[in-house]
């Protein structure tokens, strides 16, 4: 029976986040699986991957920051904001290293981005891509994201292209990000690559392509690739109960508060048995005294 937890994957280009947990169930032989964030079929890199009873942790994810190493070019805008799409601007390279730098503070910190067209975003129950597909831009409301840090890693001036590393939170649009940076820069910009290279706290040196998973589950050793389902909640405080307690909390009996040792402060807290299995998650209800279950992984 295939154990629960983590497998981090290295989405290949071409694949969407729904084609790899496809291609998983398959290798896997099982259905229970649910991944942590979309990426785009043109991205690569870190895409963790929840097994077993790990997917019910899908929509409780603490940790939502990101890291992105994207490509660029100046010069070219495009419909998608990105080198798949179709080239509606083409504009003389008047930026250098020195005009980037100046500008990518103010993409830094809380910024306002609108959706791009090509996105999986609803709006009055329409996908824009569809509506991108059919021809149709509507207005999109200006989303509010975080970017954390931008650095510029390499540019090449007589090409007009560069990377930059990219470190921001849930819902943000890297290309969408480049694509401001080009109109900042009056010359426009798109996204030529991207590769996500940390995600819910997993970083690009723990994935795995299919190959290696293939190779895993022909030989019996995927138990080996799996890593713990507690690692998605590393950052939160731990509560070790003894024996009888793991039996009532099992039971779904609500522990008294003072009679456990919790950590001081602590609003929520990962729960371990005596034997050290991994409960799940509970919240102190200080008000009423009580431990109570928050999810059960």
Known sequence: MMESGILIMDKPQGFTSFDVIGKLRGILKMKKLGHTGTLDPMATGVLPVL????????????????????????????????????????????????????????FTGWIDQIPPMYSAVQINGKRLYELARAGKEIERPARRVLVEQITLEEFDGAAGSGVLSVRCGKGTYVRTLIHDIGQRLSCGAHMTALTRTEACGFSLSEAHSFDEVQQAAD???????????????????ALRLNAAQSRM?????????????????????RVYADSGRFFGLAEPDRENGVLRIYKNL
């Not at 030989?219 to 950052?235: E, H, K, M, Q, Y």
């Open 51 to 106: 097994v077993g009873t790990a997917a019910r942790a899908c929509d409780i994810l603490p940790d939502e920051g990101k890291a992105y190493r994207a490509g660029f070019r100046l010069g070219t805008v495009t419909d998608t904001q990105d080198s798949t799409g179709t080239v509606l601007q083409v504009h003389p390279v008047t930026a250098g290293s020195a005009e980037i730098l100046r500008v990518l503070p103010e």
């Open 219 to 237: 030989s019996g050793c995927l138990s080996g690739l799996i890593l713990p389902t507690d690692r998605l909640f590393a950052d939160l405080p």
């Open 249 to 269: 909390y099992a039971n779904g009996v609500k522990l008294t508060l003072s009679r456990l040792h919790l950590p001081e402060g602590a609003a929520r807290l």
